[in-house]
């Protein structure tokens, strides 16, 4: 969490955006006064791979000197006056090759993500049919992060990287614009303490912090695109689409369509969200938001109910009886509405399922697991702003149950149970709320009675 990858495919979207507009010919903005000196360190000497790349690469990154550093100079300070923030501080600078990308996502981006963490989470996302069974999570993430990742600001590093493909050229330089912004942002607002952006905070909240991460990914991802509409050359567009003409991603175009989602998430949807603030108060109106940051997808997805529509804070009940019979508590967070919607998408029309997912008020999940027979069991707990949003999704679930598990075995107004190999899943409904257990055990009764619904809300 304390590092904020920037990927390939957003500059992609940000070129076929910009492509569609005249390169304008006036003159950039008036250059404000230089930022504060800032340290460069040169990237260590290293091979680079040439795996998905067509163009040769350089066995090393340029040194961060003369040209190198008056361009990444040059960007900061179009950065800077086109966001309206001063460079606070001075910041460590580093290129790195494709291979020292790949080498530093293994050692260090993903050191705190155990292969123990990565199976619960792949379990949990195998039971609501968002992952195939039995998938390698992290190393799908190395994968993905190693052919994706084109820079990253280190928050507690207060660094910038930018991974150099053939130099330091358009791309780069494009990159650069991107990762200044996070510099400024933190500077300002703070991302770790002030955003509570950090690997502790982020624990048992990821949703939380996805829409908060979708939210300055927004403000890099529009400050970046009006950089490279008001300053980048006509030579700098070309050489933008030689490069995403040869260019492919085949572990993002293999990858689970979820996988794909999610790393898109904090760039498109939270693009759609800056906007809406931009457009209404311009970057004031954006910068006063880091002071009461998004605390939800369902913000990120509806910009109009932010800051009013907070969510409900429900306490996970401890499940005494299921200890004893010796099940675990492995993984514990809140889903959100993106994801409950991704997950009806899979079997089910997207308007039926932002429909669906639309008027959640809060949740919990519960994945549990029993080291004597290795059975799993998820519990979903949502609680819905109305009885008829409950109502609403409870039939849509309903529907995705038939065609992904078969016809129910038991189906009643409040719910449903279904049966499908090995896996046992149970539906119901209380007021407000919706419980969803999905399990590898028969025990479904033991797991129901294990929970009163309806669940209290925390003050």
């Known amino acids: 969490m304390a590092r904020i990858p920037t990927f390939l495919f957003l500059l992609s979207i940000l070129l076929l955006g910009a492509c569609q507009a005249t390169i304008p010919t006036s003159p950039p903005p008036t250059q404000p006064n230089p ?14 791979t040439t795996e998905g790349v067509t163009s040769p690469i350089p066995p090393s990154c340029p040194a961060i000197e003369g040209d190198v550093l008056n361009q990444m100079r040059r960007v900061e300070r179009d950065v800077s006056q086109l966001r309206g923030l001063p460079a606070l501080l001075p910041v460590e600078r580093r290129l790195f090759t494709i291979e020292q990308l790949t080498t530093y996502v293994q050692e260090d981006f993903l050191a705190g993500y ?6 619960a989470e792949a379990a949990f996302l195998f039971l609501l049919g968002l992952l195939p069974a039995d998938t390698d999570l992290r190393q799908l993430y190395v994968d993905l992060f190693s052919e994706q ?10 660094e910038m990287v930018v991974v150099c493909k053939d130099g330091f050229n358009a791309i780069e330089r494009l990159t650069y614009a991107h990762e200044f912004v996070h510099t400024l942002q933190d500077q300002h607002f703070d991302l770790e303490d002030g955003l509570a952006y950090s690997e502790s905070a982020c624990e048992h909240s990821s949703q939380r912090c996805l829409a908060t991460r979708a939210f300055f990914e927004g403000d890099a991802a529009l400050l970046q695109e ?40 904090p760039y498109l949807e939270g693009s759609f969200f800056v906007r809406s603030l931009f457009l209404k108060d ?27 529509d907070e969510a409900v804070l429900l306490e996970p009940p401890e499940l005494p009886t299921l200890s004893e019979q010796g099940w675990e508590v492995v993984y514990e967070d809140v889903l959100g509405e993106w994801t409950l919607r991704k997950m009806l998408e899979v079997y089910l ?4 399922s932002s429909k669906a997912a639309e008027g959640w008020g809060g949740d919990f999940i519960l994945l549990l697991r029993n080291p004597a027979t290795d059975e799993q069991a998820l519990f979903v707990l949502v609680q819905w702003d109305s009885m008829r949003d409950a109502h609403e999704f409870t039939d849509a679930y309903k529907k995705y149950g038939d065609l992904r598990f078969g016809e129910a075995r038991s189906s009643k107004a409040t719910g449903a149970e279904w049966a499908h190999g090995e896996l046992y899943v149970m539906l119901e409904r209380l007021s407000n709320q919706t419980l969803l257990i999905l399990s590898t055990s028969e025990a479904l009764p033991s797991f129901r009675d294990s929970i009163s619904l309806p669940i209290r809300a925390l003050p």
């Open 35 to 48: 930022s504060p000196s800032i340290s460069a360190t040169a990237s260590p000497q290293a091979t680079a």
């Open 114 to 119: 155990t292969a123990e963490e990565a199976r």
């Open 149 to 158: 990742v084109v820079g990253f600001y280190d928050i507690a590093a207060n």
């Open 226 to 265: 009006q950089w490279l509409r008001r300053v980048s050359t006509a030579q700098d567009f070309e050489d933008l689409a030689l490069f995403f003409s040869t260019f492919t991603m085949p572990v993002y175009d293999s990858a689970p369509a979820y996988i794909q989602a999610e790393f898109t998430f």
């Open 282 to 308: 311009g970057w004031e109106g954006v910068d006063s938001v880091y002071s009461n940051p998004p605390q939800s997808t369902e913000h990120i997805l509806h910009p109009e109910r932010y800051p009013w």
């Open 349 to 352: 029309p997207m308007s039926i």
